[in-house]
């Protein structure tokens, strides 16, 4: 017989933790069933504490008799372009293989659950730091001779067992691998515990990737509001629930101005509006806290069984600016300079660790959410709405002068998020960038004032903690130093 | 132990021609036992820890065999170990990771070659170099040639790795000089197979003890013996090495039909050359090649005759050598310069790159380089170029710490403490902690060697007009720390602070029992406690945290700062490792379910509506079970912090809502699975609330 000229080349893209040496034993194990020479090599090292890490196979197709003696040479590294089966665990680690040069258009079969794990770098950004995952799926569509993506991770939790099981069905339902599904699945049931629910997960990936299953399609991403018709019905919705149907006609008189404005423009600046407007003060967190619909949500996400008992236990902290929110507005105006004055918002905080599910610990949260017809007296309506008329007139004036600088302005909003110090610093970003670029601005020219304000707001956003830390609150942040006022 | 050898060790019994199926580092170990060792050590670190945990789950084997298994202190011990083979003929093998090991091991190590052993001494380096590694990048070669040791350094393949040791040991007895072995990490877990012997037994070992000591000066390191083992070296025991390393050829030649032109290659690099010469179209996946290889499974000392040799009719030779300064190639040039072989042109690092892992993809465009052939290069090129185009740039996933580890707190409570006292200086040290200097703190400033985090600090700290802080392992501070840093800085009358990071075991390289390990194996002693040991080197400020406890750690950190007190002052933070934490507990709750049993489990999560997706909570903690998902809300549009599946309720989200008065999003659920009678009825008072008056219902 021709002995094949070269060996099939597997490399395993996972994460510390998933299982990947586990599929590489497999791996290994087939090939011995099969009689095929293999090889399998790992970098185990502190890649293993949750960072990406490879497995790399060589297994030459041909039996031992077959070799009459002979030793395939088996290489300790996946080269690029010389990679027959890509496998990754998870998306970004598809997209880093491609990026690394191992999907091959004439060679290569990929196969790649499409499900992301997030990277902390996309994770701890202010806004949406997330790396687009089409991107991926459209690169490996055309840069993979075949392409096997999707959720594997789902599958796999279905059939109640691990990622690589499913992965490893995938490959040998692939018709990439020169392995046997009899003794991919022995090998399997050679690794003793949990081999049950692992052949189930084999199965269902080595199904869907052989086409006897339809690909399972991802379920589609919660709806985002953008039509302006519908943010407007949102908005008044949220409102009404928030603080009464009076509350929401306000928003819709503030909102009269934009009717007829630029399309992008006013449904943004509805939104934020409506975001603003319900903003998240102690009544209203205690309000959402003690919905009937957030305890059946709770139990949904940590997974508890019909018949157990969930006990569910708020973290609040309620301090000064808790308690001068709720005052009348001499007061609490009172007290927050006070406060301020000696650099004590934070110091008067007290931890509270309430048992909302408990009769008491309800009891207590919900007579918090009861204070919300007290809301239209209180400090931190006055503030919040003063605030709101000042943004809403910029982005008005703005309006007169371009759409594109207003839509710059009414973004601005996004800063205003979070809570306690977060929310101060983020205030105090809004403040210094809507001093310094849209009530003084450096130029008259609206494509350069909207360009500086873009810029300004995603510095803001990149880096929250960083600029801030050593600084003093309400000092300018860098990015103002650049931008120069007249 | 993270990983349990039980069953692989069965492998350490196989006899006369039996097959041995596994890894690499495995079959190192077999191939000591095949040689006759009569003790064995090291230290733990990638890529070897696991030769420490495999003689660790084979005492009874060992036992049997009479060798003795020593887990050292650290490289130093584990090298000075290696003392019982310089007046007797026994066997003796130790293995650490390089170089940073064997840095550590380098006193110990020169005094060994110095002296020069009657029985075989073998010391098997793993190489941390190149991808994935987390050392700096350096080369044993040169430790090889500063103390005239022997490096070996086999082609990676599992039969040639065991000949090799066994070698190994024949030709440091045979020079009277102990002997390296290097084995990059590829090498150390690639799976193979190979024919095994029988294990041996020493002639002397704890079965058979050695009658008499022997005392001989010429073996003590002072003058003038040292001048004479310097002589010893180069007159006797080099030559002696050359003459058997040619006499076993212990270097192969792979004949090829393209005579005027050569490779060299370490051993270690030889699969990458044969692959880069196949994908050519020069080698078939055998090995048979066109181009002739010189693979020097010993790469120190080079053997200028073989050399010569090989190069006499080539017009040209490559070197493949990993790592730099290029001290092969440097040799190679040297030697046929003095043998007047001055017509062949050595390549080497003018077509390769100095530093850096030599991956197939290096080799291969270093040899295409070199035989004209770029063609295969561009491809490639283009390729990565495509999907750059496509792609952008995917963001990086460094390695981190683990869900609900119990340092990640410790770091979020000093991000609180510095907003309170400003920044200060943090010198760092080596450990799983050191994955605070990533993203998402960023903490730690310098960091100079394992247990060195408060040696230093000396200096810097009498910089600052406010005190600085130091961090260092349970690990590190057996290892050395407690004397070149506790010790050190209470003599000096130093003033910082020290923050010990207790959390039980060796864990960056594989959890391995500690002196201060909550438990131990029964070959250990147990109750060693860091505390005691700080008390006895005389430190008088100690506080105990509980690392969950963010703001207490916070408070803490700060009182440090601002004591009065002079003087060393350290905090022990204390939290089990989560990976043996929950390695226990698994099974133990497991049975709990299943008999019925009460039990709690508890889980954090994040109210989906009233969070405003602006991360602080990720950026104060980073666990990988606090993660972000799509907005639920139609009206937002940034991500919200979730919890997923896999939080182990370590409470640290909890504590820093609290201690970073970050949001009120958080909740910590405790769901009770097999609820007694009492929980139900209590659930049943707490549900008459639903659909009354006072309860929402929407
Ligand atoms: S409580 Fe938070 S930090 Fe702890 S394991 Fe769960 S998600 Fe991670």
Redesign the interface.
């Known amino acids: 017989m021709n002995?094949?000229?070269?060996?099939i080349t597997i490399l395993i893209a996972a994460?510390?933790?998933e299982g990947g040496g586990v599929m590489?034993?497999w791996l290994?194990d087939a090939s011995?069933q099969c009689g095929f020479p293999?090889?399998?090599?790992?970098?185990?090292?502190?890649?293993?504490?949750?960072?990406?890490?490879?497995y790399?196979l060589e297994v030459?197709p041909a039996t031992v008799s077959q070799l009459n003696g002979?030793?395939?040479?088996?290489?300790?590294?996946?080269?690029?372009?010389?990679v027959d089966i890509m496998v990754a665990s998870e998306l970004?680690?598809a997209?880093?293989a491609?990026?690394?040069?191992f999907?091959?258009p004439e060679r290569t079969t990929l196969i790649a659950s499409t499900h992301r794990?997030?990277?902390?770098?996309?994770?701890?950004?202010?806004?949406?730091g997330?790396?687009d995952s089409s991107?991926?799926v459209?690169?490996g569509r055309?840069?993979a001779k075949q392409a096997i993506l999707f959720d594997m991770r789902k599958l796999a939790e279905d059939s109640g067992t691990v990622i690589n099981a499913v992965l490893f069905g995938a490959m040998a339902g692939s018709g990439a691998l020169p392995l046997t599904r009899e003794a991919c699945e022995q090998a399997i049931r050679g690794g003793g515990r949990g081999a049950e629910a692992s052949l189930r997960g084999f199965t269902s990936g080595f199904d869907i990737a052989a086409g006897a299953h339809p690909t399972p399609q991802s379920p589609a991403?919660?709806?985002?509001?953008s039509e302006i018709g519908?943010?407007m019905r949102?908005?008044i919705e949220?409102l009404t629930d928030y603080q009464g149907a009076a509350y929401a006609d306000l928003f819709l008189e503030r909102m009269k101005f934009f009717q007829d404005k630029d399309k992008k423009l006013s449904s943004e600046t509805a939104?934020h509006l409506?975001?603003w407007m319900a903003y998240?003060d102690?009544i209203?967190?205690a309000?959402?806290?003690?919905?009937?619909?957030?305890f059946e949500?709770?139990r949904k996400?940590?997974?508890?069984?019909e018949?157990?008992?969930?006990?569910?236990?708020?973290?609040?902290?309620p301090?000064i600016e808790e308690l001068a929110s709720l005052l009348p507005h001499f007061l609490g105006k009172r007290l927050i300079s006070w406060a301020q004055a000696r650099g004590k918002l934070?110091a008067y905080?007290i931890?509270m660790?309430i048992k909302?599910?408990?009769?008491f610990g309800?009891?207590m949260v919900?007579s918090l959410?009861w204070l919300k017809p007290w809301r239209p007296h209180s400090f931190r309506y006055q503030e919040e709405q003063e605030m709101i008329e000042h943004w809403l007139a910029r982005v008005a004036e703005a309006a007169q002068r371009s759409p594109a600088l207003a839509l710059e302005v009414a973004q601005c909003a996004?800063l205003l998020?979070?809570?306690?110090?977060?929310h101060r610093r983020?205030k105090a970003n809004f403040l210094a960038l809507m001093d310094a670029l849209v009530d003084n601005p450096a130029t008259a020219d609206t494509v350069e004032q909207a360009g500086a304000i873009r810029k300004a707001r995603e510095a803001a956003l990149a880096d929250?903690?960083g600029k801030a830390?050593?600084g003093a609150l309400g000092k300018p942040v860098t990015w103002l130093k650049q931008v120069g006022r007249t | 132990m993270e990983r349990s050898f039980k069953k692989e060790v069965e492998l350490l019994k196989l006899g006369d021609g039996e097959t041995f199926h596994g890894e690499g580092i495995l079959a190192v170990t077999k191939a000591l036992l095949q040689s006759g060792v009569a003790y064995v050590g090291g230290y733990q670190g990638a890529p070897v820890s696991h030769v420490m945990d495999v003689l660790n789950d084979a005492r009874d084997i060992l036992d049997d065999l009479g060798v003795h298994v020593e887990t050292n202190a650290n490289e130093a011990g584990a090298a000075a170990m290696l003392g019982a083979s310089i007046n007797y003929p026994i066997r003796g093998a130790v293995a650490f990771k390089s170089t940073v090991g064997t840095n550590v091991a380098s006193d110990a190590l020169s005094n060994l070659a110095s002296a020069g052993v009657r029985g075989g001494a073998l010391v098997v380096l793993g190489e941390d170099y190149g991808e994935g590694s987390s050392i700096i990048q350096e080369r044993s070669h040169a430790f090889a040639m500063k103390s005239q040791m022997w490096l070996l350094d086999p082609r990676p393949n599992l039969p040639k790795i065991v000949e090799m040791v066994e070698k190994g040991f024949e030709l440091s007895e045979a020079s009277n000089t102990p002997v390296m072995l290097e084995l990059r990490i590829r090498a150390c877990h690639v799976h193979g197979t190979f024919t095994t012997k029988k294990n041996l037994g020493s002639k002397n070992s704890k079965k058979n003890p050695i009658a008499e000591p022997d005392f001989d000066f010429g073996r003590i390191s002072l003058p003038p013996a040292t001048y004479a083992q310097e002589k010893h070296k180069i007159e006797v025991r080099w030559p002696a090495a050359v003459a058997f390393i040619r006499k076993n050829k212990l270097n192969e030649v792979f004949a090829g039909a393209m005579s005027d032109t050569g490779i060299v290659c370490q051993g270690g690099m030889y699969n990458a050359v044969i692959r880069a010469l196949q994908l050519l179209g020069l080698a078939d996946a055998f090995g048979a090649t066109r181009v002739p290889i010189y693979c020097m499974n010993v790469a120190y000392p080079m053997i200028p005759e073989e050399t010569v040799a090989f190069c006499a009719d080539k017009k040209r030779v490559l070197v493949v050598e990993e790592g730099q300064p290029a001290f092969i190639e440097d040799a190679l040039q040297a030697a046929l310069r003095r043998a007047d072989a001055n017509l062949t042109k050595v390549h080497g690092k003018d077509m390769l790159p100095l530093g850096g892992e030599y991956t197939g993809e290096v080799v291969l465009t270093g040899i295409s380089r070199f035989l004209n052939r770029d063609v295969e290069i561009n491809a490639v090129k283009k390729l990565k170029t495509r999907a750059t185009e496509l792609l952008g740039t995917v963001p990086a996933r460094p390695p981190g710490f683990c869900v609900g580890c119990p340092e990640r707190p410790v770091f979020a409570a000093m991000k609180v403490a510095e907003k309170a006292t400003g920044a200060f200086h943090i010198s760092a040290d080596i450990g799983c902690h050191t994955f605070a200097t990533l993203p998402p703190f960023n903490i730690g400033h310098t960091v100079l060697g394992y247990g060195l985090g408060l040696a230093s600090n000396s200096a810097v700290d009498t910089m600052f007009g406010k005190r600085t802080l130091t961090i260092m392992g349970d690990g590190g501070f057996w290892h050395n720390g407690l004397t070149s840093g506790i010790a050190n800085s209470v003599f000096n009358k130093d003033d910082g602070i020290l923050v010990i990071m207790k959390n039980g075991y060796s864990s960056a390289t594989g959890t391995q029992e500690l002196p201060s390990s909550p438990q131990h194996s029964e070959s250990k002693s147990d109750d060693m406690a860091i505390e005691r040991a700080l008390a006895g080197v005389g430190v008088g400020w100690v506080k105990t945290v509980d690392n969950y406890r963010v703001g207490d750690v916070a408070k803490v950190l700060k009182d440090a700062m601002s004591t009065e007190y002079k003087g060393l002052k350290v905090i022990i933070a204390e939290g089990e490792c989560q990976l043996e934490r929950q390695r226990k507990l698994r099974p133990v709750v497991a049975k709990q379910l299943s008999e019925g049993k009460r039990t709690i489990k508890v889980k954090y999560g994040v109210d989906e509506d009233t969070c405003t997706g602006d991360h602080s909570c990720i950026r104060l903690s980073g666990c990988p079970t606090l993660t972000i998902k799509d907005n639920p809300d139609p009206l937002r549009r940034d991500p919200v912090a979730t919890v997923i599946d896999g939080c182990v309720g370590c409470g640290l989200c909890g504590e820093n809502a609290h201690a970073a008065v970050l949001c009120p999003s958080f909740y910590r659920a405790e769901i009770i699975q097999n609820p007694g009678f009492f929980d139900k009825a209590l659930n049943k008072l707490r549900n008459a609330f639903r659909g009354t008056t006072i309860h929402q219902r929407n």
């Open positions: 002995l094949p000229d070269r060996p994460l510390g933790g590489a034993d290994i011995a293999a090889q399998s090599t790992s970098i185990p090292g502190v890649a293993q504490r949750t960072g990406a890490t490879t790399y030459f002979r030793q395939p040479v088996f290489s300790l590294t996946a080269s690029p372009g010389n970004i680690e997209g880093r491609m990026q690394n040069g999907v091959n794990i997030y990277a902390t770098i996309e994770k701890m950004q202010m806004a949406d997330r790396f991107r991926v459209d690169a055309q840069l991403p919660p709806k985002h509001a519908e943010i949102l908005g949220r939104r409506a975001l998240e102690i209203r967190v309000d959402l806290k003690t919905r009937a619909s957030r949500r709770v996400e940590v997974g508890a069984k018949g157990e008992p969930v006990v569910v236990i708020d973290f609040l902290k301090g934070d905080n931890g660790h909302t599910s408990g009769v309800y009891l919900r959410a996004t998020k979070g809570y306690g110090e977060t983020g929250p903690e830390l050593g």
